[in-house]
T-cell receptor
Framework: GQQLNQSPQSMFIQEGEDVSMNCTSS?????WLWYKQDPGEGPVLLIA?????ELTSNGRLTAQFGITRKDSFLNISASIPSDVGIYFC?????????FGGGTRLMVKP | NAGVTQTPKFQVLKTGQSMTLQCAQD?????MYWYRQDPGMGLRLIYY???????DKGEVPNGYNVSRLNKREFSLRLESAAPSQTSVYFC?????????????FGDGTRLSIL
């Protein structure tokens, strides 16, 4: 099936830092979605992107749909402790749904 | 306020035992999905049901069967559990199966096969 490369796989953050993660693919997608998963729960939608080049914000989160339709990135500004969790990208092309491997965000003690 | 409900939340099985994971959604969604989540591998689609009465294989269907009992319910069955099926299983639903629909997930079933 289609592959989505999500990076980084994990990262430690200091409270207040900005965070950036991305997903890339060799395939074109019609929709990019970003989810967050808290421990013991299912993923929850953060941002949905529907057009190439689209830049969308949700509070401290900003995501962009790459102009080539093969990539997307998610930025978190001024991170706080409750940002910890696993972030997933999803690429959607017709009937094909593909998830990235996840980025695990942890806070430096 | 329920959304997608999965039962059970945890289960331990012995190799060769059978088990059905239940999923129900109360959002009147047409499409439902079963995923497994393994460390570092994201979510992999096992089976999906685009609408009531239809089911299709996803990326990793071997060893599983599904039933779309009605519009609300979509169950996943392991006929003869194997240790390789130890995973966290998520059910999800969308309004339709079209590409612009975000998914609503349950809280998962943590399954261990000994």
């Amino acid at each position: 099936g289609q592959q989505l490369n999500q990076s980084p796989q994990s990262m430690f953050i200091q409270e207040g830092e900005d965070v950036s993660m991305n997903c890339t693919s060799s395939s074109i997608f019609n929709t990019w979605l970003w989810y967050k998963q808290d421990p013991g729960e299912g993923p929850v939608l953060l941002i949905a992107l529907y057009k190439a080049g689209e830049l969308t914000s949700n509070g401290r989160l900003t995501a962009q749909f790459g102009i080539t339709r093969k990539d997307s990135f998610l930025n978190i500004s001024a991170s706080i402790p409750s940002d910890v969790g696993i972030y997933f990208c999803e690429g959607n092309a017709g009937n094909m749904l593909t998830f990235g491997g996840g980025t695990r965000l942890m806070v430096k003690p | 306020n329920a959304g997608v409900t999965q039962t059970p939340k945890f289960q331990v099985l012995k190799t060769g035992q059978s088990m059905t994971l239940q999923c129900a959604q109360d959002m009147n969604h047409n499409s439902m999905y079963w995923y497994r989540q393994d460390p570092g591998m994201g979510l992999r689609l096992i089976y999906y049901s685009a609408s009531e009465g239809t089911t299709d294989k996803g990326e990793v269907p071997n060893g599983y069967n599904v039933s779309r009992l009605n519009k609300r319910e979509f169950s996943l069955r392991l006929e003869s559990a194997a240790p390789s099926q130890t995973s966290v299983y998520f059910c999800a639903s969308t309004v339709t199966g079209q590409s612009n629909q975000p998914q609503h997930f349950g809280d998962g079933t943590r399954l261990s096969i000994l």
